[in-house]
């Protein structure tokens, strides 16, 4: 298996632009996560979910950001407008089946808002 | 809300001594705790799960013990070598929440 696959790896946009990072987690785990990671408030979970369904979505920050799974293969986050202050590396985690077994991490994507 | 701490300095050893890194907890009984290692530019990599119940886990030269009382994890390298550095994060199980890690680094 190829492992957790994020797209894009980099992005650079601007200041009211729309972003949308999307996974592709292991097949067969039935759990989704995204995390955001920083220099000053470390990793932090934005959502999790659970067969497609989102169970916890309280470390979404604010209406500007959503996340969809329309199946087990595919994920997306999305930001919409973009500030500065989301510029972060955004993680996709999948596990077999809940929080409580190994989750694997994809290789991130770096996002900067200008 | 529960909070979890881990020592925000790097920890430089040398070459073939123990490391020890500590996880502390407080607001939250965690069923289990999670321990993961991240290289720079890398996403995380699950390296140990212990439980409550358990005191003690190993694998291999790693090895994490869990005290409930002190709401605390310690994370040991035993026979550490140069490619052992990097970030280690502990994660408290059931709520997804990961502390900021510690870098830890090896010389020669």
């Known amino acids: 298996d190829a492992g957790v696959i994020q797209s894009p790896r980099h992005e650079v946009t601007e200041m009211g632009q729309e972003v949308t990072l999307r996974c592709k987690p292991i097949?067969?785990?039935?759990?989704l996560f995204w995390y955001r990671q920083t220099m000053m408030r470390g990793l932090e979970l934005l959502i999790y979910?659970?067969?497609?369904?989102?169970?916890?979505d309280s470390g979404m920050p604010e209406d500007r950001f959503s996340a969809k799974m329309p199946n087990a293969s595919f994920s997306t986050l999305k930001i919409q407008p973009s500030e500065p202050r989301d510029s972060a590396v955004y993680f996709c985690?999948?596990?077999?089946?809940?929080?409580?077994?190994?989750?694997?991490f994809g290789p991130g994507t770096r996002l900067t808002v200008l | 809300s529960q909070k979890i701490e881990q020592n925000s300095e790097a920890l430089n050893i040398q070459e073939g001594k123990t490391a020890t890194l500590t996880c502390n907890y407080t607001?939250?009984?965690?069923?289990?705790l999670q321990w993961y290692r991240q290289d720079p530019g890398r996403g995380p990599v699950f390296l140990l799960l212990?439980?409550?119940?358990?005191k003690e886990k190993r694998k291999e030269r790693l090895k994490v013990t869990f005290d409930t009382t002190l709401k605390q994890s310690l994370f040991h390298i035993t026979a550490s070598q140069p490619a052992d550095s990097a970030t280690y994060l502990c994660?408290?199980?059931?709520?997804?929440?990961f502390g900021k890690g510690t870098m830890l680094l090896v010389s020669p």
């Open positions: 985690a999948s596990s077999l089946a809940g929080p409580e077994y190994e989750q694997f």
């Open positions: 994660a408290l199980g059931g709520t997804l929440t």
């Open positions: 607001n939250y009984s965690p069923a289990y």
């Open positions: 097949s067969g785990h039935n759990s």
């Open positions: 979910f659970n067969n497609n369904v989102p169970i916890d």
């Open positions: 212990i439980r409550e119940n358990e």
